[in-house]
């Protein structure tokens, strides 16, 4: 048996495309994982679709509230508009767990423009929306969807983890790990306003050079070792 059977991921906005492929390969990885929206029944449907790729039933669905109830760990890839409703509706039952929170203040039409939020990070409001009992992360906003949906594809991105927990940022490097990436360890939950504003010049560099994946890498850190 995996050490990861026995962590359970739910995934708030699971049916989302960043959420989906996420999920999909933490399951194939060895977690129990947990497809939240707020349709139980578009959880469902998304997490039979995903089993059937997978070829095994390792994904449920439920709604957000279910989901975030059956979940040791979990993560919020919702759009910015509907961040701060959902985790103030999710509040009590977040309650103890840890937090990843993939969400990024982008304000259309200017999504390729950074955005500071009145907060200064969606991380940072996370954290004062749930409160201290809350182990808020941010990880995972640079990551481009057309990578994390096909399993099998190397996603040649790393991950920024940021966090004010040290064992709550372990664990969320075990997920990036699992998830077919290396993340790393940078600083504490204040630092996400700079991965956040990341994400926005990454998808100007997407549209810029034709492509759909651009990603970061850490460099320098491996040969110090």
């Known amino acids: ?27 194939r990885s060895g977690y129990r994982v947990v497809l939240g929206s707020r ?26 509230p279910s989901a975030v109830q059956q979940a040791d760990i979990v993560v919020i890839s919702v759009p910015y508009e509907a961040h ?3 985790l103030t509706g999710l509040k009590e039952a977040l309650q103890g767990k840890i ?45 481009s969807y057309t990578h994390l949906q096909d399993s099998e594809h190397p996603v040649e991105c790393d991950v920024l983890v940021c966090g004010d927990d040290a064992t ?3 664990e969320v490097i075990k997920l990036a790990e699992a998830a077919g990436m290396k993340g790393y360890d940078a600083g504490s ?19 810029k050079y034709k492509v759909k994946g651009v990603g970061i890498k850490v460099t320098g850190i491996e040969q110090a070792k």
Request: aromatic share 2%; charged share 15%; glycine share 8%.
């Open 99 to 143: 937090v990843v929170d993939i969400t990024v203040p982008l304000e259309p039409p200017n999504i390729r423009s950074v955005n500071l939020p009145a907060g200064l990070s969606a991380c940072l409001e996370a954290q004062t929306i749930l409160g201290a009992d809350v182990r808020v992360v941010a990880a995972f906003q640079n990551v």
């Open 1 to 27: 048996m995996s050490e990861h059977t026995l962590v359970t991921i739910g995934v708030v906005g699971g049916t989302g495309k960043e959420g989906a492929g996420l999920a999909a390969r933490w399951a």
């Open 168 to 170: 709550a940022k372990d």
């Open 189 to 207: 939950l204040v630092n996400s306003i700079a991965v956040e504003s990341l994400t926005p010049v990454i998808m100007y560099m997407n549209r």
């Open 39 to 64: 349709d139980a029944a578009r959880a469902q449907q998304k997490a039979e679709e995903l089993n059937a790729a997978l070829g095994s039933a390792v994904i449920s669905g439920a709604d957000n």
């Open 84 to 86: 701060a409703a959902t």
